[in-house]
């Protein structure tokens, strides 16, 4: 892929809807992100490369953009992202797309706690496994997951949903609100107020759909679908108020 | 906030490179850990009969050679003094409880860090890059290392309050997250005879797991006590004369990540601090689970 080379501290010279190249080995990630804010003009394509676990790689972008981060991210990356199209050709720190609201994130390899956390809209896919807490207080993201997710997922998780292809970990959607889990493995425990409910037609079409957008070949016959029970969607003062 | 970082070479030749691999994974923690840095490294074991000692003099002059003089007269076994700055690693053939309590008594402004047949530990305030310079941390030898950067959130910064911390002979443990009951672990130990040195957490969590393994315990069996009783957050990185031990808390909020190729076993909080190592773009990286241990044998 031909590209041009960014000097540090340069105003960016890209060429017309062609590739930008970071090398985070030699340019700072404040400078790569002010790119990304402020001088993208008709860049189609950003590479960035040696990312080496660097935090907040491409946060806040807003702009139909495509970015591969040719390595493993740190902490925060892509977070608050729409409209951009990220790849990470690696594992992902924490909170990878926390915050997003639209767009796509797709980690090759897994992540760390606390993946797509909040966020309200957009598509992450994780090829591997996701850590604690996927999905945590989500609102509205789907999420796909090639692995298995770890304890506390969809922890309070109040819209979008999460398709497991593996197996998920202990207080699976715990205080759950209105989004909904998908899961094809073990479910170790359901947290407080999540339980297992009959896949309808439209669980079946919304999982193939998921399943074919973050290109995994599973069968949504597999799934069960994990929901809210919506008993604690109102104070109930008869219960014995015991901590 | 803290950093960690491990080290265990398998291949015997990269022992002669432990502390140059090591430094950048160090530094690399900085922004973790700012106020202080600490490394336990451990070398071949000496004679059954010979134990060493780390001892650091604090910020003053002291006269290193006035003590190693005293120290010969008074302790009358094979001695020996490798000073660096305001440390110094003492060998002898001294029983290390009386080498210890000589120490104590006769020159309190001492601190002995570490007491074993392996373990050298170096800890003290400042940058990590000015405490891994100021006592040439990448010339250290060893097969395997426990390093920590600090950022103290719960008691002082002074070199006592640094990483890591030690219990017994050869064990050392360093910590990133924060225990919820220190004081309950101490109110246990101490009326069993067991001193702090500090008002620490992290030493209540090292001298807790080197109690069970005193009372016969295997690491493994104690750190299995530990998920019991030690309540907080924790990610802990534990070296004995052999091996590397690995644990996260039931939350996992301090991360950690281990990065294994045919060469060494790296740990670290993160991956940013891993980038350097030789061949580490194609090692097997995985992060620990929760309540899972992950113990590494030289």
């Known amino acids: 892929m031909a590209g041009v080379t960014v000097a540090r501290r340069s105003i960016v010279p890209t060429a017309q809807g062609g590739t930008a190249v970071f090398d985070l080995a030699r340019q700072s990630v404040r400078d790569l992100n002010d790119f990304l804010h402020h001088k993208l003009g008709d860049t189609k394509k950003v590479r960035v490369l040696n990312p080496d676990g660097a935090h907040a790689i491409a946060v806040g972008v807003d702009a139909p953009v495509e970015i591969d981060i040719e390595g493993h991210a740190g902490y925060f990356a892509a977070g608050m992202n729409k409209r951009a199209r990220l790849t990470i050709h690696g594992n992902a720190g924490p909170a990878v797309a926390e915050g997003m609201s639209s767009g796509r994130v797709h980690v090759k390899g897994f992540a760390s706690v606390s993946a797509g956390a909040a966020a309200h809209?957009?598509?992450?896919?994780?090829?591997?496994?996701?850590?604690?807490?996927c999905g945590i207080s989500m609102k509205g993201i789907d999420i796909v997951v090639g692995g298995s997710v770890g304890t506390y997922s969809a922890f309070m998780a109040q819209a979008g949903r999460i398709v497991v292809c593996g197996d998920a970990g202990d207080a699976l959607g715990d205080s759950l609100y209105e989004a909904v889990i998908y899961v094809k493995g073990k479910i170790k425990s359901f947290g407080a107020d999540a339980h297992e409910e009959p896949m309808t037609d439209a669980d079946y079409t919304a999982v193939a759909e998921l399943l074919k957008e973050a290109r995994f070949d599973h069968d949504p016959r597999g799934f069960k679908r994990v929901a809210s029970m919506r008993s604690l969607y109102n104070w109930n003062a008869d219960a014995k108020q015991e901590y | 906030m803290c950093g960690i970082v491990g080290l265990l070479v398998k291949n015997p030749r990269m022992r002669d490179r432990l502390g140059e691999m090591m430094v950048p994974m160090l530094v690399g923690m900085t922004?973790?850990?700012?106020?202080?840095?600490?490394?336990?490294?451990?070398t071949k074991p000496l004679a059954a009969k010979h134990r060493k000692l780390s001892l650091y003099a604090g910020d003053g002059e002291f006269d290193w050679a006035g003590f190693e003089k005293k120290a010969k007269q008074a302790l009358k076994g094979e001695l020996s003094l490798a000073v660096q700055a305001n440390h110094a690693v003492m060998e002898t053939s001294v029983d290390p409880v009386k080498a210890r309590q000589w120490v104590h008594d006769r020159y309190p402004e001492l601190h002995v860090l570490s007491v074993g047949r392996s373990i050298d530990l170096y800890k003290d305030t400042g940058m990590p890059a000015e405490v891994a310079k100021r006592y040439g941390f990448e010339k250290l030898r060893g097969s395997h290392l426990v390093g920590h950067t600090r950022m103290a959130t719960e008691s002082a910064v002074t070199p006592a309050h640094a990483h890591p911390f030690t219990a017994g002979e050869d064990f050392c443990l360093v910590h990133n997250g924060s225990l919820s009951n220190p004081f309950s672990i101490r109110r246990k130990l101490e009326p069993l005879g067991i001193h702090f040195d500090t008002d620490n957490d992290t030493e209540a969590a090292c001298r807790f797991l080197e109690w069970?393994?005193?009372e016969g315990d295997d690491l493994k069996a104690a750190l299995q006590k530990g998920f019991q009783e030690l309540d907080g957050f924790y990610t802990f990185l534990m070296g004995t004369r052999d091996e590397l031990a690995l644990v996260r808390d039931a939350f996992s909020c301090k991360p950690a990540v281990v990065a294994e190729t045919d060469d060494y076993v790296a740990i670290s909080s993160e991956f940013r601090s891993l980038a350097h190592l030789p061949g580490v773009k194609h090692a097997s990286l995985f992060e620990p689970k929760p309540e899972e241990m992950y113990v590494w044998r030289v």
């Open chain 2, 212 to 214: 069970r393994m005193r």
């Open chain 1, 121 to 133: 809209g957009g598509l992450l896919v994780v090829d591997g496994d996701a850590s604690l807490r």
């Open chain 2, 31 to 42: 922004e973790r850990g700012p106020d202080s840095a600490g490394m336990a490294v451990f």
